[in-house]
């Protein structure tokens, strides 16, 4: 029973200590839809794997452990979670880590175009096709380094929050994937860091939208844009401009969605920024 607790201080310490010792670094928040920053192995050994629900995820040098960042997916079950990490010589390690509940709001919003909200029979394919291509694109993985320096894309008032349990037009529907920053039709959008772009193109809920990886499994969406500025496979700065605001696909006015992904699974952006 000691040893158990010693080993659960341990975790929670680590989590702590690694949360106020980095910067430019996600904020460790254990909720669904959070982030939780666990240290699986000393730096000075050979960068290990370390996979969550049976996708890889991110892995930084710290200055004392190698750091997993995971991605806590809203749907995730309280209590507590585990990662496999995998060493060298076959050896085979469990970390563990405890998901807590969280308040998210309800948000209730009236769309005019109504097939946005039950769509007809066309557009009900459409939106099959890209649910296939936006799971294949937000589960991409690559052995790049992950940059975590993160700005905000756009200037603009938070007019719609992460995980918001969304009612459309009196219809409960997914809760909210991203931040929603509303902003002026035309004003500038940045790549929140340096990346590759992924995918650009019209879908039919985000509208004209810009995937870009951040490597090891960190990715960044840009959406309901006016304008496209960039390619797929081109890389881009931090804080390079790659579009512009909009209102395209299911909106009720200009707005950019910003959403974040690791592991596959979206989190809260703002875990990516200063507190206010």
């Known amino acids: 029973m000691k040893n158990s607790l010693l080993s659960k201080f341990f975790v929670v310490s680590s989590i702590i200590l690694i949360t106020f010792s980095l910067s430019a670094f996600p904020r460790n928040d254990l909720k669904p839809g959070g982030i939780a920053v666990i240290a699986v192995s000393p730096s000075t050994n050979p960068k290990p794997k370390v996979v969550y629900q049976k996708r890889p995820v991110a892995l930084i040098k710290g200055k004392k452990n190698w750091l997993a960042v995971v991605g806590i997916p809203l749907s995730a079950k309280i209590g507590q979670h585990k990662l496999t990490v995998y060493l060298p010589k076959n050896k085979t ?11 998210y709001r309800t948000q209730r919003l009236t769309i005019k175009n109504k097939n946005k909200v039950n769509p007809n029979k066309k557009s009900s394919k459409r939106i099959e096709r890209e649910f296939f291509l936006k799971n294949r694109l937000k589960r991409t993985y690559t052995e790049s380094p992950p940059h975590f320096n993160f700005i905000k894309p756009t200037n603009g008032r938070d007019s719609g929050r992460f995980g918001a349990r969304r009612i459309f037009n009196k219809q409960k529907r997914n809760p909210h994937s991203g931040m929603d920053i509303a902003a002026p039709k035309g004003r500038s959008v940045k790549a929140t860091e340096a990346g590759k772009v992924l995918f650009t193109g019209d879908l039919f809920f985000t509208g004209n939208v810009v995937y870009i990886d951040h490597g090891n499994g960190l990715l960044s969406l840009y959406a309901h844009l ?5 390619k797929k496979g081109q890389q881009v700065n931090r804080g390079q401009i790659i579009g512009k605001v909009g209102k395209t696909g299911r909106v009720t006015g200009p707005h950019l969605h910003w959403s974040v992904y690791l592991n596959g699974n979206a989190v809260d952006p703002s875990l990516f920024l200063p507190k206010n």
Do not use: L
């Not at 390690?93 to 308040?103: A, E, L, N, Q, Y």
């Not at 006016?226 to 960039?230: C, L, Q, R, W």
């Open 226 to 230: 006016s304008k496209i500025n960039v």
């Open 93 to 103: 390690i469990t970390k563990s880590f405890r998901v807590k509940s969280f308040p």
